[in-house]
């Protein structure tokens, strides 16, 4: 099973950054750290603030990790990004976040 850990979690202006270690699926897996943003705009668009923003960034992460090279996700995931990149990875994320599923 696909690993997400949330290692830290800085507040910004208009937000929170997020230092995630991932490790995708397989017995070789070699986690690595990434820096993830999200917004108080995408926090209320995908939870309506009804979730802390970790939990969301750690559902995030597993739908991620669960897409990696699959349609407009890249292979790679890269050392930094926005959340709100997900919505151009991956078709249909706002349902499946608000649906609760990876």
């Not at 995630?20 to 990434?34: R, T, Y």
């Not at 939870?47 to 995030?60: A, I, Q």
Request: hydrophobic share 35%; net charge negative; glycine share 8%.
């Amino acid at each position: 099973m696909a690993e997400v850990l949330i290692i830290e979690e800085t507040d910004l202006s208009r937000g929170w950054s997020y230092l995630v270690q991932l490790c995708p699926d397989g017995p070789d897996c070699v986690p690595k750290e990434h820096t993830v943003t999200l917004s108080w705009v995408d926090h209320d668009h995908w939870t309506g603030g009804r979730v802390p923003p970790s939990k969301l960034m750690e559902k995030l992460m597993r739908i991620l990790l669960s897409r990696v090279g699959q349609g407009d996700c890249p292979r790679e995931i890269p050392a930094r990004f926005d959340a709100t990149q997900l919505r151009r990875w991956i078709a249909g994320i706002d349902e499946l976040v608000q649906r609760g599923e990876d």
